[in-house]
């Protein structure tokens, strides 16, 4: 349940900032106002900021290109910091469950209790077992520290933190809806990290990050053509020069796409056939992948050639009404892909209660 106004979607990734401003409408959710600003390399290496002040700077360009002047914000977290847990527990009521909360989570989480956020959604209640099933979530609070600092620094009010592959699950859902009778797979393919969620039955079952994504292209394409970065993006991206000019790509370019296009999809594979072995749910009926090197045909044909599930291409903006004036339609045409995560978070409202 979820009251007030929707808080600004921000997602700092690891080559990008994407701010994306939301509003419920009688018609659906519009998008108002979007800013996008690139991070050099290596600002963000592994979830860790290297850079503070150039993301600062990313923020306050995002926001000010984008002309929005909301400061309330939603945030997301993702990488190694973050654990998330399907577990089983006693029946007991909500009060008794946020008394034990703390000491339930202890025996999932390999961190020190005290050093993690924790926070955890009842997924099913099932009497006749005197059991209910949550799904656990922790995250660092070193990490969602910093993230928080840096919006700060940049004149923003962060008011909720909340995880990557949920923001896409929850801009899904108001997108496709999620089925109630099938097991589908969202792949959001980042920059350096890619994350799995597989929703079974209306409810996440399953999430798995990869450390993998478009860079490795990119840096793989450096390496065995020996052109600068902005180039070997260009290749990557289909030949498509800074100013929009086509291009060709060079053979070699398109055979190390094939290639690290299949390594990422087959670790993809490995996290697909490890929860069909481990858990009870049925056959994955369908793949949607998006994320900034979803468009990367070679990527969905590795991923359904290995999995032998379709595979669509989504899009985040697709049941998005663009209403703003100051959009640059341009602009985030680009991006699009890119805007699962921000989008998901601008969903967010400013006076939400736990269901």
């Known amino acids: 349940m979820a009251e007030g106004k929707n808080l600004v979607g921000v ?43 150039r993301v600062i700077e990313a923020l306050q360009k995002a926001f000010t290109d984008g002309k929005i002047k909301q400061r309330e914000i939603a945030l997301s977290v993702s990488g190694q910091s973050v654990i998330i847990r399907k577990i089983t527990v006693p029946m007991m009521t909500p009060a008794e469950l946020e008394e034990q909360i703390h000491w339930e989570a202890e025996q999932h989480i390999p961190f020190d209790i005290k050093d993690v956020q924790v926070d955890y959604q009842v997924l099913r209640r099932r009497p006749e077992a005197s059991q209910m099933d949550l799904l656990l979530v922790a995250a660092k609070r070193d990490q969602i520290g910093d993230f928080a600092q840096l919006a700060r620094d940049a004149r923003l009010k962060p008011i909720i933190c909340d995880i990557d592959a949920f923001t896409v699950q929850n801009l899904f859902e108001v997108s496709r809806g999620l089925p109630l009778e099938q097991t589908i797979a969202l792949i959001n393919v980042g920059a350096s990290l890619s994350s799995l969620n597989i929703v079974a039955n209306g409810v996440s079952a399953f999430t798995r990050e990869i450390a993998n994504g478009g860079n490795a292209i990119t840096e793989e394409i450096q390496k065995q053509l020996g052109v600068p970065y902005d180039q070997a993006e260009a290749y990557k991206c289909g030949g498509i020069g800074p100013q929009g000019a086509p291009g060709i790509i060079p053979e070699q370019a398109a055979r190390v796409i094939e290639s690290v296009t299949d390594a990422i999809a087959g670790e993809i594979q490995r996290s697909l056939d490890f929860f069909l072995a481990t858990t009870g749910e049925g056959e994955i009926g369908r793949i949607y992948v998006t ?39 341009e602009e985030l045409g680009l991006r699009a892909a890119q805007l699962a995560v921000a989008l998901g978070l601008g969903l967010r409202k400013d006076r939400e209660a736990r269901a």
């Not at 994320?291 to 697709?318: D, F, K």
Request: net charge positive; glycine share 10%.
């Open 11 to 53: 997602d700092i990734g690891t080559s990008s900032v994407k701010v994306c401003q939301v509003k419920e409408t009688r018609k659906g959710f519009a998008l108002q106002r979007f800013g996008y600003a690139p991070l050099a390399p290596q600002t963000i290496v592994d979830g860790q900021v290297m850079d503070s002040g």
């Open 291 to 329: 994320g900034g090197s979803a468009n990367l045909g070679p990527l969905a044909q590795a991923i359904q050639r290995r999995s032998r599930v379709a595979v669509e291409v989504w899009m985040p903006t697709e049941r998005i009404v663009v209403e703003g004036n100051d959009i640059n339609r």
